[in-house]
């Protein structure tokens, strides 16, 4: 058996092992000020169906590679219950230093798994190249900086919590992709770095998990629920119909491309997440969703042809156009719908608070992207150290380096 094998054997056990203590002293001892974890809640089938689209969907979202699919689904699961400790552990420190109201437990259950969510999708961009010891600090560095943006713009910009959460797609997908920049390239041609049609499969059975449990992600913390359920399954439900129409049209042979269907039927959940509880108009989140798929799937094309090789990206399944345009094409979005219902309740005569309300909505956006990019790059070059044990290239993208396996 390989010396790094028994090395990499040695230090995750004790990782894991030494994180798990300090959860259980957190528990056992408790901050003070930090309120009940059992207090009462209402939201449980919200943060179920949550709860399964992080696990269940995302796990299988990522059975992209052929050779990949214990690790894809297994490491989810296994940064997901870690996440979900350290992100409870991150808002009790939040509120013990009085940097956020105590909400109780189960609300702060329900953030810290919606947050994972940030933590599923920059695993996505890194899958394949990063060891679980890697994916474990890189999860962990995330969660913390990504808390620490939701209260600069809930702090400063005075931005609402729950819309603070839904910069999830937006933060997890460019830290993803400032993180993979600094791993090295796989070498062209790579057999391992691609899908089989039992890959596709499986991946697009994710999709349709996360699919079918995204409305519950976009209403779990919303004050306007009904409201935010239906916009968002007008929004999903275009987007899935255009993609087949766009994965038509765009395809050489006019035949339907799973790839396309993977990335694109979610790209109306992802686009109208910052606004589906404040939409009053069904048709607004109709055309939301059916420009969600028109830039993922233009995104899909342009960026795997021109921007991916000029900046030498592996981005493996694809969270740039999956989910980082589609949060883009949000963001603003956002601010147009804002300005436009602030504009025509005031008749348009108050044009400092429309400028202010821009203002917030653009420097939360660009706060957040910023932040996600800087920190992902140093992230990057952490990982890159010798202490975790950088992966070959040339054993990118195979269960046999992790799992016990038999092909």
């Known amino acids: 058996m390989p010396s790094r094998y028994l090395n990499f054997r040695c230090s995750l056990p004790w990782l894991i092992l030494f994180l798990e203590t300090l959860?259980?002293?957190?528990?056992?001892?408790?901050?003070?000020?930090?309120?009940?974890?059992?207090?009462?809640?209402?939201?449980?089938?919200?943060?179920?169906?949550?709860?399964?689209?992080?696990?269940?969907?995302?796990?299988f979202f990522l059975m992209v590679l052929r050779r990949y699919g214990f690790s894809s689904t297994g490491f989810n699961f296994l940064l997901v219950v870690l996440g979900v400790q350290c992100s409870v552990l991150v808002e009790d420190l939040l509120v013990f230093l009085r940097l956020q109201q105590n909400e109780g437990g189960m609300k702060s259950l329900a953030k810290a798994v919606v947050s994972m969510t940030a933590v599923a999708i920059s695993t996505g961009a890194v899958l394949g190249k990063a060891n679980p010891v890697q994916l474990i600090v890189m999860s962990l560095v995330e969660l913390v900086i990504f808390y620490v943006s939701r209260c600069i713009n809930r702090t400063f910009l005075q931005v609402p919590d729950h819309l603070t959460l839904m910069h999830v797609h937006l933060f997890g997908a460019y830290f993803g992709l400032a993180v993979t920049s600094r791993f090295p390239e796989p070498p062209p041609g790579l057999e391992k770095n691609r899908s089989t049609p039992k890959s596709d499969l499986f991946s697009m059975l994710g999709t349709v998990f996360v699919w079918v449990f995204w409305p519950s992600f976009n209403s779990i913390l919303a004050d306007s629920k009904m409201e935010a359920v239906l916009n968002t399954y007008f929004a999903l439900a275009v987007s899935a119909v255009a993609a087949f129409m766009l994965s038509a049209l765009t395809s050489k042979d006019g035949k339907f491309r799973m790839t396309h269907i993977h990335s694109t039927v979610l790209a109306g959940g992802v686009t109208i997440s910052y606004t589906a509880h404040s939409i009053q108009h069904p048709w607004i989140a109709m055309i939301l969703g059916l420009l969600g798929s028109v830039i993922t799937i233009l995104g899909s094309h342009c960026l795997q042809r021109c921007f991916?090789?000029?900046?030498?990206?592996?981005?493996?399944?694809?969270?740039?156009?999956?989910?980082?345009?589609?949060?883009?094409?949000?963001?603003?979005?956002?601010?147009?719908?804002?300005?436009?219902?602030?504009?025509?309740?005031?008749?348009?005569?108050?044009?400092?608070?429309?400028?202010?309300?821009?203002?917030?909505d653009v420097g939360a956006f660009c706060q957040t992207i910023s932040t996600a990019l800087l920190t992902g790059l140093i992230t990057g070059l952490i990982l890159n150290i010798k202490l975790l044990k950088t992966v070959h290239v040339s054993k990118y993208f195979d269960d046999q380096f992790y799992w016990e396996v038999s092909f």
Not at 314 to 333: E, K, R
């Open 23 to 59: 959860f259980l002293i957190r528990f056992f001892f408790c901050f003070p000020d930090v309120g009940n974890i059992y207090s009462p809640f209402n939201f449980y089938p919200e943060f179920q169906g949550v709860n399964h689209m992080v696990v269940f969907g995302f796990g």
């Open 308 to 360: 991916n090789p000029a900046f030498k990206l592996q981005d493996t399944s694809g969270v740039h156009f999956t989910f980082g345009l589609p949060a883009v094409l949000g963001a603003v979005a956002a601010v147009v719908l804002c300005v436009v219902e602030k504009g025509i309740s005031t008749q348009w005569n108050n044009l400092s608070s429309l400028g202010y309300l821009v203002f917030v």
